[in-house]
């Protein structure tokens, strides 16, 4: 009876699984369906079966992009490397030169002002990445492709090339050769405990700015964190008051436990 009942919960949680996995595919498929992505010509040597496909970008790999930064390709090609990640997390440890954009609004802003691109950023290969690459690296990618074809008017793109760091910076920094080219040379997850409250603001001004499109965060919502705060050895966070529900008693919290930050 009880081998039954755990085959049944396991075919739940499959099902369940398949479910949100679908889900996510066929929202992405409704955001590019509304871009109509030209047909682009490649410079740089992509994978042939990526983890996250689409018909907006190109995957390459962790050996690829440190090949780039280390100057082995063309130096003719201009690359600009977007870390999509939260602050916390870019601070704990980026591809050096990567410049930390986490937010559509905040992407559209540092590339194009209002009589169109940058002038400083026309012509680059923008490459992006998170943790591993599934979510905010591939959402970011397909927004600039939206923001791109919505201001050319469906003509010439102002950016043909996007390319996406397969994996992400997981698979990056897990390559003890790369490790030179992190800055610093650690890596924090996006669930580390001592930054749950840190990425329960990001998450929550998130998806207030994506229901109510462009409202602006409240003041203090969003703390960001400096590297010198990030690598200190005790790190305690405390929850923001606006955070706690006043219907319930504050209990005494416990001392999170520091997490273990991954280095050579």
């Keep these: 009876m009880t081998q039954e009942v755990n085959e049944c919960l396991s075919k739940n949680d499959n099902l369940q699984g398949r479910t949100r996995q679908q889900s996510r595919l066929t929202f992405e498929m409704r955001e590019e369906a509304h871009v109509q ?86 012509g680059l290969m923008p490459i992006f990445y998170c943790e591993y690459s599934q979510v905010r690296g591939p959402a970011m990618a397909r927004r600039l492709r939206k923001i791109d074809t ?60 994506t229901a109510n499109g462009h409202n602006k965060p409240k003041k203090n919502s969003i703390r960001v964190f400096s590297s010198e705060q990030l690598l200190e050895d005790d790190v305690v966070e405390k929850a923001p008051e606006e955070l706690l529900e006043e219907s319930t008693p504050r209990q005494p919290r416990a001392r999170t436990p520091r997490t273990r930050l991954l280095f050579e």
């Excluded at 790999?61 to 999509?84: E, K, N, P, W």
């Excluded at 870019?90 to 986490?102: L, M």
């Excluded at 397969?166 to 650690?186: A, H, I, M, Q, S």
């Design 150 to 209: 919505h201001r050319n008017n469906h003509r010439v793109l102002d950016f043909p090339e996007i390319y996406l760091l397969d994996k992400g910076y997981v698979n990056f920094w897990t390559e003890p050769t790369f490790r030179d080219l992190c800055e610093p040379r650690y890596y924090i997850s996006m669930h580390a405990r001592p930054y749950k409250h840190a990425l329960r603001q990001y998450t929550q001004h998130r998806s207030k700015s």
């Design 37 to 122: 992505t030209p047909v682009v010509r490649y410079t740089l040597p992509t994978v042939e079966s990526p983890q996250r496909e689409s018909s907006t970008f190109r995957s390459i790999s962790a050996a690829v992009l440190a090949s780039l930064l280390r100057g082995d390709h063309s130096r003719f090609l201009q690359l600009i490397i977007f870390d999509c990640r939260y602050p916390f997390e870019y601070f704990g440890g980026h591809i050096k030169g990567a410049v930390n954009i986490y937010s559509f609004d905040e992407l559209e802003k540092y590339l194009f002002d209002e009589w169109g691109v940058r002038s400083t950023m026309g």
